[in-house]
């Protein structure tokens, strides 16, 4: 027993307290939203910023151990917490995993390779990265983008000004890459450095939002999966990493080109509650709390498919196979993840 408390309130958070829970544990979410979907399932809340210091000590007080389902969490707030109870996984995963600038520099010196990329922060220095990076690229926020939000794609030098006018801060430049598939590596590491690796899903996107994940992932995603496995496991060692780390790639004809990393249990692992031994939710609780691993192997053949906006529903409650998980989240918003479908077979 004992209590995890959870910085965030989204769904994430709600499916780690649900593992939680399954495993006697409390959770306590702490919150800026009023009601988020976490709240719903978990043991207790604190509607909070993540900012006061008084409500931080009180939060630090009611937990054994503090995790993050969000990984724009500001870091100073989470060193704070780490200085006096643990926090996994480590702040300086969060430190890394926020800025898109830090994240492909340190993934470098692992051995990664990131698409071409040049720091912007001027109209001036987006002519010159575009220059040496050529066209089609994409200017993506450094900080706080998800969903392809704070992204602007370049097509044309034309097209340099407004895609300025629209990002128009810290920024990174990236090489448009041609890639084949999308594919994900989710793995869990423990305290004591064991590790434990997921099928990779193959992922599809539409307009910069997950639609499925599919495991297991075509044979041209299979034949890159051992690399970047490999290189999820330098960085996450490197980290000191404990808890599930997600890590996105682009497969190309020159192998693997990494994306981004998600410092926290992730959509592309959604696919796990239902089709694999261990979920990616257990395993973090388990990883964090200084259990034993689960056995992450796929139980079949799987897909995941998110429900956005106003996807319909109703048809999963009938499909063969198929597990419905709905958020709780109220108003179906166009770009909105409300909920999710696994079909296992
Ligand atoms: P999230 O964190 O929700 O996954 P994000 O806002 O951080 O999304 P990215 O992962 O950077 O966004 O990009 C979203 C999608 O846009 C990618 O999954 C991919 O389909 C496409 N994309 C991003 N960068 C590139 C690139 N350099 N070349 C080609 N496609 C890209
Ligand atoms: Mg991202
Ligand atoms: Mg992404």
Known sequence: GGTIGILGGGQLGRMLAVAAAQLGYRTHILAPERDSVAAQTASSLTRADYHNRIVLNDFAEQCDVVTYEFENVAVGPVEWLA?????????????????????????????????????????????????????????????????????ALIRTIGEAADAWTTIGGPSVLEGFIRFEHEFSILIARGHDGATVRYDPPH??????????????????????????????????????????????????????????????VHNSGHWTIEGAETSQ?????????????????????????????DDPWQAALTEPGAHLHLYGKGEARPGRKMGHVTVVR
Not at 128 to 137: D, F, M
Request: with cysteine; net charge neutral.
């Open 281 to 309: 939710f257990e395993n973090h609780i388990r990883a964090i709390c200084g259990l034993p691993l689960g056995d992450p192997s796929a139980r079949g053949v799987v897909e995941m498919r998110n429900l956005i906006g």
């Open 83 to 151: 200085a006096r109870i643990p926090v996994h996984p480590a702040p300086a995963a969060l430190r890394v995993a926020q800025d898109r600038i830090a994240e492909k520099a340190f993934v470098e010196t692992v051995g990664g390779r990131p698409a071409p990329w040049a720091a912007v922060d001027s109209e001036h220095a987006l002519t010159a990265a575009l220059a040496r990076i050529g066209t089609p690229a994409i200017l993506k926020t450094t900080r706080m983008g998800y969903d392809g939000k704070g992204q």
């Open 203 to 264: 992922n599809v996107h539409h307009a910069s939002i997950l639609r499925t994940s599919t495991v297991p992932a075509p044979a041209e995603v299979l034949t890159q999966a051992e690399e970047a496995t490999a290189l999820a496991c330098r960085i996450a060692e490197k980290l000191g990493y404990v808890g599930v780390l997600a890590c996105e790639f682009f497969a190309t004809s020159d192998g693997p080109v990494f994306n981004e990393m998600a410092p926290r």
